[in-house]
């Protein structure tokens, strides 16, 4: 059942304006914090997507696997959105009512956004790495997986939204601990800047750590906000 058909007992939801962008400090200890941090206990779906990914694409984290989970990330937040629209066709008789499921449209676009630039930043440094990747593997394949993705997020959200949020908290849990790992990983990433094509809309960085640090941080944002609505009390 949709959590739009039912309104008893839950607030408005403020949609995000921006996502919280933190100083170089902050997000050194961000990163730290999530290392130090042990992932969630991950369901049957996160673990079956997350093992496609490391067959398909190896165990190594590269921008283009880091581009593959972008593709994906984004198409929770196009389902519960899209269900959303099909929520405010029905309920727009009850005015209040459906304006709280547009703000929860809205929230859910802020989200697509935010994804879109994480997504559109990694084919930039992919593109500037020259690195040429197979139609096969890099295209074709993750477009195969965004749409089944898109499609089990959808009937979750349609029969038990909480499922659909949990499913989205270890896709965003992990993505977070895979940014963090990933600065881990390459010390060369603090001695180049980022300015690059989209810095006017996500922001400039004095390196690039930084702008995986803010990255990292903003799955954990996506991460907390699918938690808290988990947590609203008519999915316990
Ligand atoms: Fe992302
Ligand atoms: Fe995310």
Redesign the pocket.
Known sequence: MSEFTNDVGSDPVRPLDHMPKLSSAELRRHQQTTLDTPRRRYGPAARILFAALDLVYGRARTLSKFKVLEVV?RVPYQAWEQVAFVAVTHRYSRPKFARRIFERAEESRHQQDN?MWHLLILEELVEEEGRRESFLRHRVFPQVLAFSYYHLSWLLYALHPAWSYGMNADF?DH?QHEYALFVQENPDFELRSYDGMFAEEYGRFDSIADLFRQISH??LV?KEESLTRLREPRFR
Request: overall charge negative; hydrophobic content about 30%.
């Open positions: 990330a994804e965003e993505a903003d799955e996506h």
